[in-house]
């Protein structure tokens, strides 16, 4: 039986940023949710569906583990990633590290966890893990999930090892803090206005502001893109508000995470941004709600009206985005403290 000591199991929201925040609270780094999604260039949009698909796949930040990258090129962190196909490797790489005293991320699909009440394949989950004994592994996941739990060693086991879309080999991996750390300043405007590009100038037209473009177009058809809209829909809704899929939560923490910017950075882009995210967290929930209720009365006017509000977004983003790529452009002054 190992347990590293001392470990901050506090939960957040997002998976990816719990686990950053475990990993970097040991250290002595504590940043909110907002700022540690941020500074890793979190937001994002993408619209998938393929014939291969049971329904449509609606995301709103970045792909699995590219926000922990982000974050440790933006702060300078050392982010040290193990891989391996073989299980019995993917263990020792986990246990030398909790044995040594340090937590470990760990990516991998989150049906085969124990405690997981919804068992849905999502092979870009994220947890911390702090400890075993000889039948457990104990992790930190998010709130949602529970916060400190624990799963089987099998259990475990057969999630590190899944295979599918968005799953790693047996991937763990920890950051470490450097012993100057520097203003959070530069970092901030760096990562900002990353975010603002990607978003503005996607390659395709399903990601960033084109993405949610599209999503307007197609969710009026989803009445017709599914058998059973009374669980599809609902489900699609429920995913979006509260794992963020492509709601409102992603939209939320960005809008704190900007608000947290104004108090560091005064600078009219990062206030117009925050204003604009604002106003797109408050219409995704409407969205939500829209398609809630079409899955639940069959009623294609809901998606019409959902698909509009969509058509909105993606001029809020489109403008709130355009500001913070401005962000760059000149040196914006630092507030006194």
């Known amino acids: 039986m190992a347990t590293v000591v001392d470990v901050d199991v506090r939960a957040m929201q997002h998976c990816e ?42 995301g709103g930040r970045v792909k699995p583990f590219e926000l922990t990258r982000n974050l440790a090129r933006t ?79 099998a259990g475990l086991a057969a999630a590190r090892a899944a295979r599918g879309p968005m799953t790693a080999r047996h991937r ?8 100057d750390l520097p203003s959070l ?22 990601l960033g502001h084109r993405g949610i473009e599209k999503a307007g177009r197609l969710v009026r058809t989803w009445l017709r893109r599914t058998d059973e809209p009374q669980r ?16 409102a939560l992603f939209r939320t923490l960005y809008r704190d995470f900007l608000a947290e910017c104004t108090q560091l950075i005064d600078s009219g882009h990062l206030r117009t941004g925050h204003r604009l995210y604002a106003e797109a967290a408050t219409l995704w929930t409407e969205v939500a709600a829209l398609i809630t209720e079409a899955g639940e009365s069959g009623d294609a006017q809901c998606l019409t009206r959902a698909g509009g509000i969509l058509s909105d977004l993606s001029r809020v983003e489109r403008e709130a985005m355009r500001a913070l790529s401005r962000l760059g452009s000149r040196s914006p002054s630092a507030v006194e403290p």
């Not at 299980?87 to 790489?93: D, L, M, V």
């Not at 989150?110 to 992790?139: E, I, Q």
């Not at 970092?187 to 503005?200: G, Y």
């Not at 599809?232 to 709601?247: H, I, N, S, Y």
């Open 17 to 58: 940023t719990t686990t950053l925040g475990v990993l970097l609270r040991h250290q002595g780094l504590d940043l909110s949710e907002p700022m540690l999604f941020g500074l890793g260039s979190g937001l994002s949009f993408v619209y998938w569906d393929s014939k291969k698909m049971g329904f449509p796949f609606l």
């Open 75 to 153: 702060l300078g962190l050392e982010l040290k990633v193990q891989e391996t196909t073989s299980p019995r490797k993917a263990w020792e790489n986990v246990a030398s590290l909790i044995d040594a005293g340090r937590p470990v991320g760990l990516q991998l699909d989150s049906y085969h966890l124990d405690y997981f009440t919804s068992k849905v394949h999502f092979g870009g989950h994220v947890v911390a893990m702090y400890g075993y004994d000889d039948r457990d592994a104990y992790l930190v996941d998010t709130g949602q999930q529970g916060g400190a739990v624990s799963t089987s060693l």
């Open 172 to 179: 763990s991996f920890t950051l470490t803090v450097p012993r």
């Open 185 to 206: 300043r530069d970092p901030i405007v760096s990562a900002v206005v990353l975010c603002a590009d990607a978003f503005l100038d996607p390659p395709i037209a399903n």
């Open 232 to 247: 599809d829909l609902p489900q699609a809704a429920l995913l979006m508000e509260k794992a963020g899929t492509g709601g």
